[in-house]
């Protein structure tokens, strides 16, 4: 079985192909124009199509945060079509009193209101009136919607309203998202929000899925889903904007196998880096995302990203400071070691300087570098701050670092998770060149790298399982009684999920959880559950995330979940290919002096399993490059993997 993982980045769209035993990888530079053009190509080479492909898009996240996602008409009660722009009360920025909210997707003139009203128990306040339900279709075709999202009062505890206007437009042969049938969530904000960006999505989403249906039939086709599961394509109309963060989610998958709990999962691109702890055996998600300011209630995995990746842009700021990021490169023009017209420098391109990244090195075994232009690069914005290229170099690296590092405290320290004692595992093009460093800046224990790190999202994709959720409000106090009516609900829950997996239910695993919440509050833990009183577990949690627990009070459930898992297919892991013999040493210039040393310069391929070495030195590969620097140990495990004793090296090389 021929079976294909593809990661479609901002400046490479990584491939791991797994025929039997023999596994390849590939990276192709990627074509943002028409992201399905870079696949095409690689497929292309093969000898023979796949039989199954997994993909990580980012055709959804592009849509929303570009607004260039579908003409989207809303629907929703009367008095209420402004809802979704007064939002809550938050602000990105409490003291700043210039700070306004973005706009939403739909513009006031494409969301219609309609009569009638159901109650916060369910119970109908008031009917639907006919008569303009009649007359919805017209004044709806008449906005040239390419999209239709619905979203009414206290759907999720009485859809009878959604259905029927859904039934009403429908012979308008335009997609419809119901927000009751997406998420069972009773905040009417984040529902109508989730609703929209999904109607939002699915149209540039299966246009692009339907170009890619003309290099492989679609049944062959899946893709990654924003909480670690692999989609089928069927799917996707109903679940659009579940693949809001689909690229990502691959990678705490692969993470999670090789790191286990206890680890963090960082993954630096050319674009962005995203990290993730896992405490625990489960990939974690949240229903808690933003993309920008606009909520996205599906479950993500629950990491957080930053515009910090090999292609971000250094730059000087008002005040003469050196700034890197989040504006990137990108794939064309690139940085500029590329050779393509980029003329500012990259974190990519003080790496090259800085000797880490030798320049005879061809990237994703293809990509040639050029040294060509880089000094200069680097000159040009080191003359209005009075730095060398040297000095600007090592800028870069460490602005960046200092980035990547809140991020990483952003998801250990600030959640009350001590780093020490952590394991990072380092993948995504750029991140062996940073991971030491941001281990001793934090305390992590030790650093892992993977076997091809580069591609370690697309083999993510291809270990992922097939996903179905099932989930119901319920929003009632606990007591003794309310277990049985759980129990009921958490059945006729997965008894439809399995329905929805058809073949696979047979070897489906299901897990159900309980959102819960303190009377009076409007915000959950979600805890597995069995059956048991669930409050005991409860205050443990509660007391863990926010360190104290009111015990004596009342416990709500909000919700009843079930997740059901499908394993896939088996897949053989990635070797180190072997790479064209170069020199053995690289010039490098370390966190300090003024003058370049000679260092180790080491093909993987040629490690033994056992084998150790102490830093300085490179480590090489056809998808990344590793920098092992002075104080740190590494050695190679029974798979292969690079697992390195940070040591403590030079305290300024990750200084914040």
């Given amino acids: 079985m021929r079976q ?50 997994v993909h990580g898009s980012t055709v959804a996240t592009n849509a929303l945060l570009e607004r260039k996602g579908a003409r989207v008409v ?18 990105p920025s409490l003291y700043d009193p210039t700070i306004h909210p973005d706009s939403p997707p739909v513009p006031r003139e494409r969301r219609l209101e309609i009569s009638g009203r159901i109650g916060p128990r369910g ?8 008569a303009e339900l009649a007359a919805l279709p017209a004044r709806v075709a008449a906005l040239a919607p390419e999209a239709i999202a619905i979203g009414l009062l206290h759907s999720t505890s009485a859809p009878a309203h959604e259905e029927a206007v859904a039934r009403a437009l429908a012979p308008l042969g335009v997609p419809i998202v119901r927000s009751a049938a997406l998420i069972a969530e009773p905040r009417e904000f984040e529902r109508f929000a989730t609703a929209i960006a999904s109607a939002a999505v699915l149209p540039p989403l299966d246009r692009y899925l339907s170009r890619l249906g003309e290099i492989l039939p679609p049944e062959r086709w899946a893709v990654m889903e924003s909480s670690g599961g692999a989609m089928p394509w069927t799917r996707l109309r109903d679940e659009a ?3 809001v963060l689909s690229g990502p989610a691959g990678g705490v998958v692969a993470a999670r ?5 206890g680890s963090v999962a960082f993954d630096m691109g050319g674009t962005s880096t995203d990290v993730t702890l896992i405490p625990a055996g489960e990939i974690p998600t949240t229903r808690t995302f933003r993309l920008g300011t606009w909520p996205i209630a599906v479950p993500v995995v629950d990491g957080h990203t930053v515009g910090a990746g090999g292609g971000s842009l250094a ?52 990509l040639a570098l050029r040294s060509e232009g880089v000094a200069d690069s680097l000159a040009a914005l080191g ?54 460093a941001l281990a001793r800046a934090l305390g992590f224990a030790e650093v892992i790298v993977p076997v091809e790190p580069g591609v370690l999202s697309a083999a993510g994709m291809l270990e992922a399982p097939r996903i179905e959720f099932g989930e119901r409000s319920v929003l009632s106090l606990w007591d003794a009684g309310l277990a049985a009516e759980l129990g009921r609900a958490e059945g006729a829950l997965r008894d439809a999920a399995l329905a929805r997996l058809g073949g696979d239910a047979a070897r489906a695993t299901c897990r159900a959880e309980l959102a819960l919440r303190l009377a009076g509050q409007s915000h959950e833990l979600a805890l597995s559950w069995s059956g048991e009183d669930p409050r005991p577990a409860f205050h443990a949690a509660y007391r863990a995330r926010f360190g104290a627990a009111e015990e004596h009070r ?41 003058a370049a040393v000679d260092v180790p310069r080491i093909g993987r391929d040629r490690l033994a399993r056992g084998q150790e070495l102490e830093g300085p030195a490179i480590v090489e590969e056809r998808t990344s490059t590793f920098w092992l620097p002075a104080g740190a140990r590494m050695m190679v495990d029974g798979e292969g993997m690079l697992r390195i004793a940070p040591g403590k090296g030079n305290p300024r090389s990750a200084r914040r």
């Fill in 257 to 261: 196998a090789r790191g286990g709990p």
């Fill in 315 to 366: 730059w000087l700021d008002r005040g003469g400071a050196l700034r890197v990021g989040p504006e990137s490169a990108g794939a064309d023009p690139g940085p500029v070691c590329y050779g393509r017209g980029g003329r500012t420098p990259t974190v990519t391109d003080a790496h090259l300087f800085l000797g880490r990244l030798p320049a005879d090195l061809l990237l994703g075994g293809e």
């Fill in 383 to 436: 003359a209005a701050a009075g730095l060398s290229p040297l000095a600007v170099a090592r800028g870069i690296v460490r602005v960046v670092e200092a980035e990547m590092e809140r991020a990483l405290r952003r998801i250990t320290q600030e959640r009350g998770v001590d780093p020490r004692g952590l394991r990072l595992v380092a993948f995504g093009g750029a991140g062996g060149l940073h991971a030491v």
């Fill in 241 to 243: 904007v579940r693949t």
């Fill in 74 to 91: 809303f629907v929703t009660n009367r008095g209420f079509r402004d809802l979704v722009e007064i939002g809550r009360q938050d602000r």
């Fill in 554 to 594: 009342a416990v709500e459930v909000a919700a009843v979940r079930v997740r059901l898992e499908v394993p896939p297919p088996a897949v053989a892991r990635a070797v180190c290919a072997p790479l064209a013999k170069r020199a053995d040493r690289a010039r490098v210039f370390l966190e300090e002096g003024d």
């Fill in 4 to 53: 294909v993982g593809v990661d479609t980045g901002g400046t490479f769209t990584d491939f791991l192909i797994a025929d039997g035993d023999r596994v390849l990888v590939m990276k192709r530079p990627s074509t943002p124009d028409d992201p399905s053009r870079a696949i095409a190509e690689a497929l292309a080479r093969l000898p023979a199509p796949p039989d199954r492909l």
């Fill in 123 to 130: 119970v109908e306040w008031a009917p639907l009136d006919l």
